[in-house]
């Protein structure tokens, strides 16, 4: 995590707050910070232990700018379909889990409605992906939220509804397109963060959606059951507790989650 947080304020340096007096804010557009009262002393170890410590890319050197969230679900996704842009090799997608767990588990050819449904299956267990082990993933691994149907046609501004669909998935299951249509007409919601704050803010876009009609076809209830907290690009948070419960090093865990990078020090 040291690691992590220091490239990823490295990598922003020069990126924001052009015309501020400042570099960087302490939020969650560039990085939380509550200040140096409270600073963990284990964080500040951690912190000095890998001091100057950077990853940089194998690839045409540069620091990459590694993100990470919460929880992944246990399939991390790739950075193009979260925020657009040019897909970052470092920033892929994959598994949370190693060529073991790989076997185990069923291959989707496409991951569409039944697949993701088989995947959220999946509850936390000691074997299962590395974010599905710690006692931490039991919060956030798989969940289930009732939306307020009133709240998401408020909104959404087509009126009653009548349907909901997603359109498009990222290589883990998160829903990057989803079209809605109502008594006032239809739309398209894009982009993963802002799916979710349609639906009435949502811990992940790793989701299936249980849609309850009345005779004349419009929606009466609506539920989510979902996995994983946050984008899911870059470093899972679980999953690296999970791989630390297993003894695996840092090095192993940032090389789990950053594709095509090592770690060099700089300063």
């Known amino acids: 995590q040291a690691v992590a947080a220091r490239n990823e304020l490295l990598a922003k340096i020069g990126t924001r707050h052009l015309t501020d007096p400042y570099r960087l804010c302490a939020t969650q557009h560039c990085q939380v910070y509550a200040g140096a009262g409270r600073e963990d002393p284990r964080a500040t170890a951690a912190v000095q232990a890998t001091r100057g410590e950077l990853l940089v890319r194998d690839q045409g050197g540069g620091l990459v700018d590694a993100v990470y969230s919460a929880s992944c679900g246990g399939h991390g996704e790739n950075n193009e379909h979260v925020w657009g842009g040019t897909p970052d090799p470092s920033l892929r997608g994959q598994l949370d889990g190693d060529a073991a767990l790989r076997a185990r588990l069923p291959k989707f050819a496409r991951i569409g409605e039944a697949e993701l449904r088989a995947w959220l299956a999946i509850a936390p267990s000691a074997d299962g992906p590395w974010c599905a082990r ?121 090389r789990q989650y950053y594709a095509g990078a090592h770690l060099r020090k700089l300063y």
């Not at 829903?175 to 239809?186: C, F, K, Q, W």
């Not at 799916?195 to 299936?208: C, E, P």
């Not at 059951?225 to 192993?252: D, F, I, L, P, W």
Request: hydrophobic fraction near 40%; include cysteine; glycine fraction near 20%.
């Open 134 to 254: 710690p006692k931490e993933a039991q919060v956030n691994f798989r969940w289930h939220k009732a939306i307020d149907l009133a709240a998401v046609e408020a909104r959404l501004g087509v009126g009653k509804l009548r349907a909901l669909e997603v359109v498009e998935r990222g290589v883990s299951g998160r829903a990057t397109r989803l079209r809605v249509s109502g008594d006032g007409g239809e739309k398209e919601v894009r982009g993963e963060l802002e799916i979710r704050r349609a639906l009435g803010n949502l811990k992940s876009a790793m989701f299936v959606l249980d849609v309850g009609r009345d005779g004349g076809g419009h929606v009466t209830s609506l539920s989510a059951t979902g996995g994983g907290h946050g984008h899911g690009v870059g470093m899972c948070q679980v999953g690296a507790v999970g791989m630390a419960g297993a003894g695996r090093s840092y090095v192993e865990i940032l």
